[in-house]
């Protein structure tokens, strides 16, 4: 079975630009997670996608914003980019919600640099 | 969300068992122990998890202790390719159960 898959997998990209990333989870996998990676924060949640809802939201600012399609695969979007917005951006993917039992995979990122 | 404190660094040479410890005195009776690793750059990867009984799969073996409090992941032969930051998550069911919450984990070397 094919594991979490995220593209693009590096973005250049400049100061107030906008940026769209994109995540496929695992088949049949119905939750998507995105998390922030940076080496003075760690990672970080970001939010998490469910049936096309936003379940959980991390304490970022609403310039991140994300969304899930019908066949679960998941955009996240930053707006107004800033320089401390570069990153190491992740997805993860579950089979289910509503239990710690489920785990999650983690797809290989998207290092995203802004200049 | 419990806390979880795990040594900084730790080294092991190849071949032999290494055993990361991880302390969680504030884990409620529902929270899973979760471990994930992440080799340089890559996203994290999943190892095991366990609630309250001893587990083991075929990367590793999860002991916890008979009150909770900590627990021990242990990998029975490393190997280089078992070098990486290791964390450990205390996860809660229910409505958040989907929000990892990671430390700074315990950066394994694992030396020839």
């Known amino acids: 079975k094919a594991g979490v898959t995220q593209t693009p997998r590096y973005l250049i990209k400049t100061r107030g630009q906008q940026v769209t990333l994109s995540c496929s989870p695992i088949s049949g996998h119905r939750s998507v997670s995105w998390y922030q990676q940076t080496p003075g924060q760690g990672l970080q949640f970001l939010f998490e996608?469910?049936?096309?809802?936003?379940?959980n939201k991390g304490n970022f600012p609403g310039r991140f914003s994300g969304r899930q399609f019908s066949n679960s695969r998941s955009e996240m979007n930053v707006s107004t980019l800033e320089l401390g917005d570069s990153a190491l951006y992740l997805c993860?993917?579950?089979?289910?919600?509503?239990?710690?039992?489920?785990?999650?995979?983690f797809g290989p990122g998207t290092r995203l640099t802004v200049t | 969300d419990a806390k979880t404190t795990q040594p900084t660094s730790m080294d092991c040479a190849e071949g032999r068992a290494a055993n990361l410890p991880c302390n969680h005195s504030t884990i409620s009776g529902n929270e899973y122990v979760y471990w994930y690793r992440q080799i340089h750059s890559q996203g994290p990867q999943y190892i095991i998890h366990?609630?309250?009984n001893n587990e083991t799969n075929e990367m590793a073996s999860l002991i916890i202790t008979e009150d909770r409090k900590s627990s021990t992941l242990i990998l029975p032969h490393a190997t280089l390719r078992d070098t990486a930051v290791y964390y450990c998550i205390v996860r809660p069911s229910g409505q958040g159960a989907q929000k990892l919450v990671f430390g700074q984990g315990t950066r394994l070397t694992i030396n020839p």
């Open positions: 996608y469910f049936s096309e809802t936003q379940r």
């Open positions: 993860a993917s579950s089979l289910a919600r509503g239990g710690a039992s489920y785990e999650q995979y």
């Open positions: 366990g609630l309250k």
